[in-house]
């Protein structure tokens, strides 16, 4: 996708080894008010991702076991929020996956309106309501529901090439010479000398022979 879509790292998982991908219910919520999100529960289908959002920056803890409880009830895959997140030991004893911005005991009210199913942006992405949601323990991507298509042709052709690369690096091909590299470090001036040279290589474009180039 040309290295668009993610959320940012901000957002972290509550869980570890679990993969998750959605369609996006989208909310976007005052800050300490978790309204917005009981409305939301009812708009939402089994293979929904909730996504929420605030109109300014808070890490109350808008969401826990109960809303948890509700979703899974309707088969939704798991949480993405900008809020912070309650009761985690119970989310991952329910197998309710959450990427969150915070974890945070503090409670919320319901007491102001939002939105539910609009577009709304987390950190430079602007997520609309059905775009494909993808979260791991590296992170959150969205991916725009018209382009879902060609970003899964684009990841199987990736999986390909990296799995290519694993086996040619397990047999002792170095990424200098698979990716055309030394060219470029040619290019760039960097050089090696003999490490007995007792030059120090790094900030200077030099590598010792002798080091490893991983410190060029």
């Known amino acids: 996708m040309g290295r668009t879509g993610l959320l940012g790292p901000h957002l972290r998982p509550i869980q570890s080894d679990v993969r998750m991908a959605g369609t996006a219910v989208t909310v976007l919520a005052w800050p300490g008010d978790n309204l917005m999100i009981h409305a939301a529960v009812e708009q939402c289908r089994e293979g929904d991702v909730l996504v929420v959002t605030t109109t300014s920056e808070s890490l109350d803890g808008a969401f826990g076991e109960l809303f948890a409880t509700a979703l899974q009830r309707r088969g939704v895959r798991g949480l993405v929020t900008t809020t912070g997140v309650r009761d985690t030991a119970e989310l991952r004893e329910m197998n309710f996956p959450v990427w969150s911005a915070a974890v945070?005991?503090?409670?919320?009210?319901?007491?102001?309106?939002?939105?539910?199913?609009?577009?709304?942006?987390?950190?430079?992405?602007?997520?609309?309501?059905?775009?494909?949601?993808?979260?791991?323990?590296?992170?959150?991507?969205?991916?725009?529901?018209?382009?879902?298509?060609?970003?899964?042709?684009?990841?199987?052709?990736?999986?390909?090439?990296?799995?290519?690369?694993?086996?040619?690096?397990?047999?002792?091909?170095?990424?200098?010479?698979?990716?055309?590299?030394?060219?470029?470090?040619?290019?760039?001036?960097?050089?090696?000398?003999?490490?007995?040279?007792?030059?120090?290589?790094?900030?200077?474009?030099?590598?010792?022979?002798?080091?490893?180039?991983?410190?060029?």
């Not at 091909?173 to 470090?185: A, C, I, N, Q, T």
Request: proline share 4%; glycine share 12%.
């Open 104 to 216: 945070h005991a503090q409670g919320t009210v319901k007491a102001t309106p939002g939105a539910v199913n609009v577009p709304v942006t987390i950190g430079r992405t602007v997520v609309h309501p059905g775009d494909v949601i993808v979260a791991d323990d590296d992170g959150v991507l969205s991916v725009p529901r018209a382009e879902a298509g060609t970003a899964i042709a684009s990841s199987k052709a990736r999986i390909a090439k990296e799995e290519a690369a694993r086996t040619a690096f397990s047999q002792g091909e170095l990424g200098l010479d698979r990716y055309g590299l030394r060219e470029v470090l040619e290019r760039l001036g960097v050089t090696y000398v003999d490490a007995s040279e007792d030059v120090a290589g790094g900030s200077d474009g030099t590598v010792g022979a002798a080091e490893s180039v991983d410190r060029a």
